[in-house]
Structure formats: C-alpha cells, structure tokens
C-alpha cells in the first residue's frame, strides 16, 4: 500500500505567524495533493501538482503556497496564518493515469491563535 | 456551493444491519464517483469506486450509480462495529481526473 507521511501531526501558531507542513510519498506516484477538512465541509482541496516543480490551484487556494520540490516531497505554506486555517490538513498522493485511487497521509492538526 | 452532496450527516445501524449512504452531484461532468472511509485519527482510505451505471459489489459493500440523476449510493450489509467512521463520497470528470472533489460526508456509528 502507498506510505504518504506527513509532518508535523500537531502544529499550534500565532495570528500572522509563518508555517510549512511538509508531505512525503514512497511510492513513485506522479500527482500529489493537499485537503483541508473541516466539519459540514468534508475534504476540499487546496493546491495539487503533477510533478517536481509544477503546481496546479484547487478549489480554497487563499492564503496558501505550495511548492513539490522532487517527485517525492510537496510543501504547504501559510505566510500569514489566520484563525480560518484552523483546520485538520491531508496529504495525498496518486499515481498517473485516469480516475485513480488518493492515498492519504495521516493529517496534521493545525491551530492558529 | 457543494458540488457534490452527501446524505445524511450521521446514522446509526445495530450490528448486522445494513447502513446506506447517498451522493449526489449537482455538475453533470461528474462521471467517476468513489466512496472513501475515514476512521478516527486516520486519513481516508478508499473502499471502491464506480464509473458506470448499475451496481458493483465488493465483499460486504455494494454501490450503485444512475449518472443520469447522478446519484451514486453505498451499502454495507452485516455492519460491524469495525465498519464505524466517516465515510466520503467523492467524484471526478473523465476529462480532469486529476481534480478529485469530496462531498461533506456521513458518520457511521455501529452499535454492538
């Protein structure tokens, strides 16, 4: 089964503060993808990619970056957290080709105060 | 607006019930549909997925899909505590798989 880990499990900030959780996958596959899941509004994407340096705009993409440094490892960046980025963050990972199953990492919890 | 629909938000089945989960979507270009379950502390997992009309059945669990109400629904017959999670729907156009778009989901509580 695919392994996607992510980092940190826990991330606790301040209004304003600076943060980056970090994802990495094993298992070769071309398309990776950040969620963001909140209560009354499932999973809804932020930003996904195809490969090393490519970066595609999901459906919440304010206020965040994202870069995919190699095949293996996409970043989620918060300049500017704000308390609406509260929220529980997934990782996912795919391989290429049409209608394929995401494997998910195991989520980090972030809070901003 | 939520495009793609989940029902209901929670439900509670005895052990060994059926439990049934609906999803529909409100964009026609949805064509593939999944069903994903999170367990507590957990990220989803895929059950199954479903791209024609008609039923697919894999062990315990059965889903149905009628693109033409675009309608896709689940069934997991003999419910088990084990079986007790968030379950996702999720869905995808033939022309962008890539761009995967959950629904809100439904909680499962199984009670021995």
């Known amino acids: 089964e695919a392994a996607v880990t992510q980092s940190p499990r826990n991330k606790v900030t301040v209004t304003g503060g600076n943060v980056t959780l970090s994802c990495r996958q094993t298992?070769?596959?071309?398309?990776m993808y950040w969620y963001r899941q909140d209560t009354g509004h499932g999973l809804r994407l932020i930003h996904y990619?195809?490969?090393?340096?490519?970066?595609q705009i999901g459906d919440v993409p304010d206020g965040y970056k994202a870069t995919r440094t190699t095949q293996e490892d996409f970043f989620l960046l918060l300049e500017l957290a704000s308390p609406s980025q509260t929220s529980l963050y997934f990782c996912?990972?795919?391989?290429?080709?049409?209608?394929?199953?995401?494997?998910f990492g195991s989520g980090t919890r972030l809070t901003v105060l | 607006q939520q495009k793609v629909q989940q029902s209901p938000e929670s439900l509670s089945v005895p052990e060994g019930g059926m439990a049934s989960f609906n999803c529909t979507s409100s964009?026609?270009?949805?064509?593939y549909f999944w069903w994903y379950r999170q367990h507590s502390g957990e990220g989803p997992k895929a059950l199954m997925?479903?791209?024609?009309?008609g039923d697919k059945k894999e062990g315990r669990f059965t889903a149905h899909l009628n693109k033409a109400s675009l309608h896709v629904s689940l069934h997991i017959r003999d419910s088990q505590p084990s079986d007790s999670a968030l379950y996702f729907c999720a869905a995808s156009e033939p022309s962008n798989t890539d761009k995967v778009v959950f629904g809100t989901g439904t909680r499962l509580q199984v009670s021995p």
């Open positions: 298992n070769s596959h071309n398309y």
């Open positions: 990619s195809y490969g090393a340096g490519n970066l």
């Open positions: 996912a990972s795919s391989d290429w080709g049409r209608a394929e199953t995401l494997y």
């Open positions: 964009d026609r270009n949805f064509q």
């Open positions: 997925s479903i791209f024609s009309d």
